[in-house]
């Protein structure tokens, strides 16, 4: 990197994206873990995919593999999956179970809830008590499976989940099912992922199976702001459930994040190609009311809610330039495949979109990479972005003042 952090920050321009070495230099990405992405709450998985003790997933973040798993008591534990012995890596598998957690090299025993419970053959001063796994932080909000890898500087969950929980809450994720995953490799840096998922500017072009799902896309270029009336009529309609409606934004400098329930198509009960059921209503919905919720979860995480199925983000920075994206699809626990809901049907909104991202992202990158590449400038309709970028900034500067950073139109 030829000039530094702080010269090229100084240099930015407001409601411009970001110099060539942003989203290509190898040490500004190492930057981003640290001074960034390592205080985030960080989604994983949805709970239903380790149901019984012993089950356990492991995850690979920043550089760093985290074991979840279902302890004896029921609950969720994550320890970091490094051996307290010589540091092996202890479960290689992305999905498994088991009773206790062997080290494959020396066989040093854990309990499920990161106890050392047999070290071979050690010195008579040896105290297991004092060589348990590293516990990594660990939270569950209505079923999704958050972690934090900074035991220092996290973010509050306390604070982010009372801010979402009653956005959450209706659509029943706490008795949801995985009806199918998929992961989408982006060949493009993090952040150019991000910039893309924070903006709609680039939705009529770019997508038009979802601009066919969502009014609001074509009403937003026509006016910006232009869908606020209809939004505020719906509420009208829907007075009375109980339920959000509307848009809230969460001041909060280490993980922004904001909420919003807001009418998709006329006429579509859900986020489907032809806008009929996906599947059994879940949660407290006894009918469609034409609506879907969208959380936007800090930089990493994003939730995507209708009636009858739920679909979740989890971004994943792989080196400077991959990130992976990985969906689930959530239906009702009860649901049959193929009776009740067909994949095809619920996962056809978001997987055609992604892939469409893939491919626009990836092409984004290639021009970045380019001698010719410049900083532009954002439109008004990337205010989403302009905000993401600004937040940004601050964090890599270590800054902790609080940002707004969505403003829906």
């Keep these: 990197m030829k000039k530094s952090i702080n010269q090229l920050i100084d240099r930015q321009h407001p409601g ?21 992405l390592s205080s985030q709450w960080q989604y994983v998985d949805h709970e239903s995919r380790i ?34 012995h010589r540091g092996s ?44 796994l590293h516990p990594c932080k660990i939270s569950v909000i209505e079923g999704l499976i958050f972690i934090n890898i900074n035991e220092n500087d996290a973010s509050d969950i306390e604070q982010l989940e009372n801010n979402v929980r009653s956005f959450i809450k209706p659509h029943g994720l706490t008795k949801a099912k995985i009806a199918h995953t998929q992961t989408y ?42 869908y606020i009336p209809t939004v505020e009529a719906w509420k009208k309609d ?36 032809d806008g009929a059921p996906a599947g059994p209503l879940m949660g407290d919905f006894k009918e469609y009311d034409n609506a879907e919720t969208g959380i936007f979860f800090g930089a990493l995480s994003y ?15 792989v080196s400077t330039n991959q990130t992976k994206v990985t ?15 067909d994949v095809e049907h619920v996962k056809w909104l978001w997987h055609v979109t992604t892939l469409q991202d893939a491919k626009i992202v990836n092409e984004n990158q290639i021009g970045v990479n380019s001698s010719r590449y410049e900083p532009g400038p954002y439109s008004e309709r ?8 600004s937040w940004y900034l601050a964090r890599l500067q270590g800054k902790q003042e609080e940002r707004i950073i969505f403003r829906k139109s």
């Design 185 to 226: 490799t982006v060949n493009a840096n993090w952040k150019l992922v991000i910039e893309n998922f924070r903006e709609c500017y680039h939705c009529s072009p770019s997508h038009p199976e979802y601009a066919s799902v969502n009014a609001y896309v074509h009403i937003g270029d026509r006016e910006l702001g232009g």
């Design 51 to 84: 149901p019984n003790v012993g089950d356990y997933i492991t995850y690979e973040f920043a550089n760093e593999s985290i074991i979840i798993v279902r302890a004896k008591d029921g609950k969720l534990r994550a320890h970091f999956n490094v051996c307290r």
């Design 238 to 273: 829907v007075e009375g459930t109980d339920k959000e409606t509307g848009f809230k934004n969460f001041k909060y400098a280490l993980q922004p994040h904001h909420a919003w329930r807001m009418p998709i198509r006329d006429g579509f009960k859900t986020a489907t190609k």
């Design 89 to 132: 890596r202890i479960c290689s598998e992305e999905v498994g179970n088991a009773s206790k957690l062997i080290c494959p090299y020396h066989a040093w025993v854990f309990d499920l809830d990161g106890t050392l419970k047999n070290a071979r053959q050690m010195r008579d001063d040896f105290k297991p008590e004092d060589h348990g």
């Design 16 to 36: 411009s994206s970001l110099e060539q070495p942003f989203y290509n230099d190898d040490e500004i990405y190492k930057l981003d873990i640290k001074n960034v």
């Design 303 to 317: 939730f995507y809610l209708n009636n009858d199925y739920a679909t979740t983000f989890r971004v994943t920075p």
């Design 327 to 341: 969906i689930n699809w959530l239906v009702h626990e009860d649901a049959a495949e193929n009776i009740d809901y």
């Design 382 to 389: 990337e205010y989403g972005t302009a905000d993401f970028i």
